[in-house]
């Protein structure tokens, strides 16, 4: 993975509370791999793009001063719904890598942290200051620092955010999480062998397949 | 309950309060394809495929043969059939009468236990906390993570308990409930929360219902919903293929039974509800959250003052093509679908029966058992020919027009009467317009070719 450290970049505000990620990345799409060379395509694609594929001149992101943006800043519960990390990815092909919110889907916010893309929870009021001076100046910049926990809005201003330490430390190093676990086998069969004692009803009879 | 759970179940404590969770059963459908194949090739195995189970249900259709649309879906669903067998994971493939949404199966099995983590690459796997097992839903990098460890890293949520109280009225169910719940605390209520359903209306339900409820957490924004078990959790249980039996059986029950909250637990947030207040319920909007008596008339943005709220208000009555302060029982429905993994268990397919029975669907309306074995049970009721003689379509069992990613969707425009769970731009189709109702709402819905208040029918 990808490590995060600090990044300065174009700030795309999304003003509309609740944007699931049916929006972000529309079901029939789920079936495409992520190597497809279209694949940044899908993203917003139905309110993004026309049913001839042209672009909607009205979507924030095919406007000129967004379109190298790299950092969403969204209203409450950005990413609600669908557990589909391909809203991650697709975000991710469009070189996004940081999401910041007043609340974000529960899943959707783990989703991130499992691609590089730093999730940040500002307090509401914040956010929306944030997104008035990306509509009154568009295309400024923000930046997102992940060591110091700030963001620092296009008029100087510095907001302090919380983040999981685990989450952190796994975005500043990039490591591979299931190689971490797996570094816990001795703790992780010692710990199987007394739950298959204590709890030996949960340990399923094996079905004929 | 939730707390018991979570401590009989960490395995080590990584930093910023992160624990490494164990998994006692996986589940695992089409969507896992990613997580497989990123396993495979860093040549790394499933490590417990005896605690892992698989079955397709998005993917595929609902016609008879359950069939794919596609090369791309028919790929997907081949894909799991393939690596379930390198893995020797228990799958349930097409032609097996097993074989059903991946949250209707597990229960049915007897896999769904109080006290158990159950975990699915599926936002609606809360649904298996009806039987008050910690059960949530992830993502493809979270389902390799369980494939190769078993375990999970986790922060603890925040908790919350939902209380109901009293005797619902007639024509009033726990779709209606969870409904008027989600709409009370708004579709981010319950982020970062696990919530526990409580009171005397949720304890007078069957597991059936009670699965309404928990399934529908996420679109309250909880990851995880949960109902402690009781007299009518362990008689759901007993005798199921894959559940405790012999002398693990009793050993099991004295567990489940230390399970529920302590009188005296504490929760970070307390809702209360009353079921007197709770009527049959449909959604007007684009959020679950847009959800209102059918006795309602649509909502005015106008007469709403937060600025955002009222935009987001007319972008979603812009969609759905609704007109504010019309009568929610004047609006015509094109399609009805009565499925999904939120109601399409034998007592929803009855209350949908009772309302069909002697009547004629006057738009194409779609019954989907949740699973084979719904199915036939179902068919043992004479079920599938009341449908059949109300001009329903009865169907093989699968995830259909919930999740419009298998080529049964809605066109354009046209609007739908569901029992599903997402009544999200594009869900079930594009442009397609979705209300979310209980199975009785929408077999109404279907007889007269439009919202309906199910009392207004009689019988």
């Given at each position: 993975m990808e490590p995060f450290t600090r990044l300065t970049a174009v700030g795309l505000p999304i003003d509309l509370p609740n944007v699931d990620t049916d929006r972000v990345i529309p079901a029939r799409f789920l079936r495409k791999d992520r190597s497809v060379p279209e694949y940044s395509r899908f993203l917003f694609h139905d309110v993004r793009f026309n049913a001839d594929g042209s672009e909607r001149?009205?979507?924030?992101?095919?406007?000129?001063?967004?379109?190298?943006?790299r950092i969403v800043v969204a209203a409450e519960n950005f990413g609600c719904g669908s557990s589909r990390e391909a809203a991650v990815w697709a975000l991710a092909a469009n070189g996004f890598r940081s999401v910041i919110a007043p609340s974000l889907g529960d899943i959707f916010h783990q989703n991130c942290f499992k691609n590089g893309l730093l999730p940040v929870i500002l307090p509401a009021e914040t956010a929306a200051g944030?997104?008035?001076r990306l509509h009154d100046r568009p295309g400024a910049t923000l930046t997102v620092d992940l060591a110091t926990q700030t963001v620092t809005a296009p008029d100087g201003a510095e907001h302090r955010f919380e983040v999981d330490a685990f989450g952190k430390e796994m975005l500043l190093t990039g490591r591979d999480e299931i190689g971490l676990t797996l570094g816990f086998e001795a703790t992780i069969a010692e710990f199987e062998a007394r739950h298959a004692r204590e709890m030996a009803w949960a340990v399923p009879p094996r079905a004929g397949t | 309950m939730f707390e018991k759970i979570w401590a009989r179940h960490v395995v080590a404590e990584g930093p910023g309060g992160h624990v490494l969770l164990y998994i006692d059963r996986h589940l695992l459908?089409?969507?896992?394809?990613?997580?497989?194949g990123r396993?495979?090739?860093?040549?790394?195995?499933?490590?417990?495929?005896?605690?892992?189970?698989?079955?397709?249900?998005?993917?595929?259709?609902?016609?008879?043969?359950?069939?794919?649309?596609d090369a791309e879906t028919r790929g997907m669903v081949e894909a799991l059939g393939r690596h379930t067998a390198d893995q020797r994971i228990l799958y349930f493939g097409v032609g097996d009468p097993r074989r059903g949404i991946v949250h209707v199966i597990g229960p049915e099995q007897g896999l769904t236990l109080p006290g158990v983590t159950l975990v699915c690459g599926d936002s609606h796997t809360a649904t298996h906390g009806a039987f008050g097992a910690l059960a949530f839903g992830i993502g493809s990098s979270e389902v390799e993570h369980v494939l190769a460890t078993q375990t999970l890293w986790q922060k603890k949520p925040a908790t919350m308990r939902i209380s109901v109280d009293g005797r619902l009225g007639p024509g009033v169910n726990a779709k209606d409930v969870i409904l008027a719940i989600i709409a009370r605390i708004g579709a981010g209520g319950g982020v970062r929360h696990a919530i526990e359903y409580a009171g005397s209306t949720i304890r007078a339900m069957s597991m059936d219902e009670r699965m309404t409820v928990c399934n529908m957490s996420i679109e309250a924004g909880a990851r995880a919903g949960m109902i402690a078990p009781d007299e009518t959790t362990y008689a759901y249980i007993e005798g199921r293929p894959l559940a405790p039996s012999g002398p693990a059986w009793p050993r099991a029950l004295a567990e489940w039974q230390a399970l529920p909250s302590d009188p005296g637990a504490v929760f970070d947030r307390e809702v209360h509800l009353a079921a007197s207040e709770i009527a049959p319920t449909v959604t007007w909007g684009t959020s679950p959250q847009d959800a209102l008596p059918i006795t309602a008339r649509v909502p005015d943005p106008a007469s709403v003052a937060d600025p955002g709220r009222r935009e987001s208000m007319a972008r979603a009555l812009a969609y759905m093509g609704l007109d504010p302060g019309t009568p929610l029982s004047d609006v015509m429905v094109n399609r009805v679908f009565i499925g999904s993994c939120t109601n399409s268990r034998l007592d929803d397919l009855r209350a949908a029966a009772r309302v069909a029975k002697g009547r004629r669907a006057v738009v194409p309306a779609w019954i989907v058992p949740g699973s084979?074995?719904?199915k036939r049970a179902a068919?043992?009721?004479?079920?599938?020919?009341?449908?059949r003689e109300a001009g329903f379509e009865w169907r093989e069992a699968g995830c259909s027009m919930c999740v419009g990613m298998n080529g049964e969707t809605a066109a354009a425009g046209e609007r739908v009467a569901s029992t599903s769970n997402r009544n999200f731009e594009g869900r079930q189709g594009q442009g397609a317009r979705t209300h979310l109702m209980s199975p009785a709402m929408a077999a109404a819905a279907a007889v007269t070719g439009k919202l309906t208040d199910v009392r207004t029918l009689g019988g």
């Open positions: 001149p009205e979507f924030i992101l095919n406007q000129a001063p967004y379109r190298g943006a944030l997104r008035r | 459908h089409e969507g896992a394809a990613a997580a497989f396993l495979a090739r860093s040549e790394r195995r499933v490590r417990r495929p005896d605690l892992s189970f698989a079955t397709a249900d998005h993917y595929l259709l609902t016609s008879p043969g359950s069939p794919t649309s084979g074995l719904i068919e043992a009721e004479g079920l599938d020919r009341i449908f």
